[in-house]
């Protein structure tokens, strides 16, 4: 267990669940290349660091996952949320949930028809699933843990 989930596994459960991801993930599947996933200071959110060969194009990005606080606000939002950067000037909202060894990531909101559906090894080191697209299509996606 890294520093945060022993810091914080009583303050914020679901948060904490996300910390099996930390460390670098060769992936596999639609997409080609390396994850790497690592806490920011403070650790309020995980921050993915992404270099992927999909469909003809090498996609560089950065994705930051946590509670939505926004100015003002007393408390974070329930979800687990994200927002992802690209090279190619995208940005894509995603929800996130890890239950058990379930890993889901909604596209946009919660219960969106088009998803991410993971399961993680019993050691923790992989994670096998499948994106699923809103009318139809989707790639298999595989994620071995590298370091």
Do not use: C
Request: proline share 2%.
């Amino acid at each position: 267990m890294t520093e945060y989930a022993q810091r914080t596994a009583h303050t914020d459960e679901a948060l904490s669940a996300l910390d099996r991801l930390v460390g670098t993930w060769k992936v596999s599947g639609g997409a080609e290349g390396t994850v790497a996933f690592r806490w920011m200071e403070g650790s309020f959110f995980l921050i993915q660091d992404v270099r992927l060969h999909q469909d003809g194009h090498d996609i560089v990005g950065m994705e930051v996952i946590g509670r939505e606080r926004p100015f003002g606000a007393e408390r974070p939002g329930e979800d687990l949320r994200s927002r992802f950067y690209d090279n190619q000037g995208n940005t894509f909202d995603y929800v996130y949930e890890l239950r058990d060894r379930t890993l889901t990531i909604w596209a946009g909101e919660k219960g969106s028809p088009a998803f991410y559906r993971g399961e993680f090894s019993a050691d923790g080191d992989s994670v096998t699933g499948a994106w699923s697209y809103l009318g139809g299509g989707g790639y298999d996606s595989s994620m071995i843990r590298v370091a």
